[in-house]
């Protein structure tokens, strides 16, 4: 696809807001963030200034991406809305921001993150199989962090917890490269 017909991508990336994490997670945030600036893709994203999601945010922004923050009102309370949001979206809370998520993502990222990462990876995956949206969530798979999560879903599948593959929710990559030709696939849907 030509750069003057490519679609315009609004890209929710899930990740960590903690600072205590390894530098390879930062500097995975910070390579997801500039290729979303480069492509003029708009990032959707938590809005918190801790941890991946200011770095990704940063670096989205500082590449040229348009920044929405979907903030709840706990994290605005405590002051840790990010300075780089040219959108802000406030809510009530994490079910709230969510389907603000939902609602305005075409496709969905997640960067290792805690239990609000997982919460978010799989409403939007639950969500898919009861055909609320045909959106999918992309597990960007830094030094294997996702690999226990995978093994929990395949296990789940081959228990027949599942009635289908979680890969019809669920894709996973393990490079910027990969996650460009995911990207590519939604921009042809």
Same mark, same amino acid.
């Given at each position: 696809?030509?750069?003057? !017909? ?64 979907? @903030? ?26 969510? !389907? ?6 075409? @496709? ?37 962090? +996702? ?18 593959? +979680? ?17 590519? @696939?939604?921009?042809?849907?």
């Amino acid at each position: 696809m030509a750069a003057d !017909q490519q679609k315009s991508l609004s890209v929710c990336v899930f990740c960590s807001a903690n600072d205590r994490i390894a530098p390879e997670y930062f500097e995975a945030a910070r390579t997801v963030g500039a290729y979303l600036g480069k492509h003029r893709y708009t990032l959707v994203y938590g809005g918190c200034l801790l941890g991946l999601m200011e770095c990704v945010a940063q670096a989205a922004h500082e590449s040229g991406s348009r920044v929405i923050g979907v @903030v709840p009102s706990k994290v605005e309370e405590n002051g840790h809305t990010s300075r780089y949001i040219d959108e802000l979206i406030r809510c009530g809370n994490l079910t709230d921001r969510k !389907q603000i998520m939902m609602d305005r993502s075409d @496709v969905f990222v997640a960067l290792p993150g805690g239990l609000g990462t997982l919460d978010e990876i799989f409403t939007v995956a639950a969500s898919q199989t009861l055909d609320y949206h045909s959106k999918k969530v992309i597990l960007f798979n830094v030094g294997g962090f +996702w690999d226990p999560c995978i093994r929990m879903l395949d296990e789940m599948h081959t228990n027949h917890m599942m009635r289908k593959p +979680w890969s019809n929710q669920i894709a996973v990559v393990d490079s910027i490269e990969d996650l460009e030709q995911m990207f590519f @696939v939604v921009c042809e849907d």
